[in-house]
């Protein structure tokens, strides 16, 4: 490229070169805008060896300019795949806050169900011992007058084998009453635990 650049210099300022110095007391010409001002004493030599300054000083500018310009394309895709990358980040961060949200709502969902599972049953077992606690009660009661009134049948007709069956029977009674305590002791436990979960009737 220099080569070339210098051809053309030094066709565009041969004539220059090779004109005739004027005569003393005779300005100069002056140079037309865009052109290098160069003394007319100055040799051929010299205006070419300044014409040459002048280009290497250009080509260094245009140097220094496509290695900054190189730079800033460099830097420029540097940031193109840094917006890029956070771009894939944020679609990803995304995606895993919906994920997130819809496992919350199906949880709260779930939560709202079981509870509303928890209220019915406790409401259910609440009525069922307000029913069944007076009707077993009511069976105990009568289970015990039967046996009374057996007990003094036996004992007048002194029938041992029914003497037996009674005792069978008181046993068993017994048992059923065991159990009550026991089914009420399992029904207050399930209500204890009930109200810690927060369900109340």
Known sequence: MRP???????????????????????????????????????????????????LNKEADRRVDLDAKVAALTQENGRLT?????????????????????????????DFLSLRGDYSRITKTLGLSLAFLTPLAMLIFVLLGWLLSITRKLAVRVHDVPTLVKIHEYETLVAHL?????????HNAVLKERLTNLGIVD
């Open 4 to 54: 070339i650049a210098v051809t053309i210099a030094a066709l565009l300022l041969a004539p220059l070169a090779f004109a005739e110095e004027p005569a003393p007391g005779i300005p100069s010409t002056p140079s037309l805008p865009g052109q290098i001002a160069v003394s007319k004493a100055m040799t051929p030599a010299q205006k070419i060896s300044a014409l040459e300054e002048a």
């Open 81 to 109: 795949s840094a917006r890029e990358a956070l771009a894939r980040d944020k679609a990803s961060a995304d995606v895993d806050l919906a994920r997130t949200r819809d496992a919350l709502s199906q949880l709260k969902r």
């Open 177 to 185: 009453h065991d159990q009550l305590k026991a089914e009420k002791g």
